[in-house]
């Protein structure tokens, strides 16, 4: 069960300074975002080979990658072919956003057209392909997940519980039905914590409330919990801590270093 940094914090640097910062602060190894304004832009895919190259450098592998794609396209093949090349073996897809204009079915059976070509491409280069359970999409929870990755190869796609996002932000499944409901495909999981806080009242005296991001060990998720139902279970996958913090990199790295030895406390205390 290894620790990865998701990359997002490192926005803006070069490919050598995000390496060094992880490496640096402790992490197992990395999760590689491949976006616009990042160390590696979709538009650049042989950069991809570089970049793990840079890492395993600093003495880090980089077993998974975040993409943006919903669609099995050319372009995305090209990033999945490099990704495959580079020996990243788990790529995190886009989000398939839920319309409210539209019947869910049919947004539904298009989202199950494209993952039809995701498993193509999967197989094609040796890859798993990954869904995040995220707000605001068809997949926002394991109820929901589970009618995109019926029927599918597990070997190939997967889900990606994500906790702070899907039982705190989103709605409130229970996190050991989420893991039951996609136990066959789940592979990797989001660590990071959310929580809400009332705001003032509004129109007709209603309270309103807001969420926002915590320390892993001051908000809703119960890790303490989660983690050594983990390791408890034997799970042999990827924790991708995520930095979400509203603040200066300088501060949302400090909250990094801490949530990262918080987690490896739980790690250490559960596997005793």
């Known amino acids: 069960m290894d620790i990865a940094y998701f990359t997002k914090t490192l926005e803006g640097l070069s490919l050598e300074k995000a390496a060094g910062i992880t490496a640096g602060l402790g992490f197992d190894c990395a999760d590689l975002l491949i976006r616009d304004g990042h160390a590696v832009s979709p538009d650049s895919p042989e950069e991809i080979i570089n970049a793990v190259k840079l890492f395993a450098a600093a003495g880090l592998r980089t077993p998974m990658a975040t993409i943006d794609s919903t669609r099995p396209d050319d372009a995305t093949s090209r990033l999945l072919g490099c990704c495959g090349e580079a020996g990243i073996g788990q790529v995190r897809l886009g989000f398939w956003r839920y319309d409210s204009s539209r019947r869910w079915q049919a947004q539904l059976d298009e989202a199950r057209r494209d993952l039809d070509g995701f498993e193509r491409l999967a197989e094609r280069f040796g890859i ?5 359970l995220h707000g605001g999409t068809l997949h926002s929870s394991g109820a929901l997940a589970v009618r995109l990755l019926a029927g599918r190869d597990p070997v190939r796609i997967g889900a990606y519980p994500d906790p702070a996002n899907q039982i705190i932000r989103e709605g409130s499944e229970d996190w050991r039905l ?3 409901i996609l136990e066959p495909w789940f592979c990797c999981i989001g660590v990071k914590n ?22 892993l060990d001051e908000g809703m998720v119960p890790w303490n919990e989660i983690v050594p139902h983990l390791v408890a279970t034997g799970f042999a996958g990827v924790l991708s801590m995520q930095s979400q913090y509203r603040v200066s990199r300088e501060r949302a790295l400090d909250k990094v270093r801490a949530d990262l030895a918080h987690l490896r406390r739980l790690v250490a205390v559960a596997k005793e």
Request: glycine share 16%; hydrophobic share 30%.
């Open 128 to 132: 798993k392909l990954t869904i995040q």
């Open 178 to 180: 989420t893991l039951d």
């Open 194 to 215: 959310s929580g809400w806080f009332p705001g003032a009242y509004g129109a007709h005296g209603q309270r309103t409330w807001h969420s926002d991001w915590y320390g």
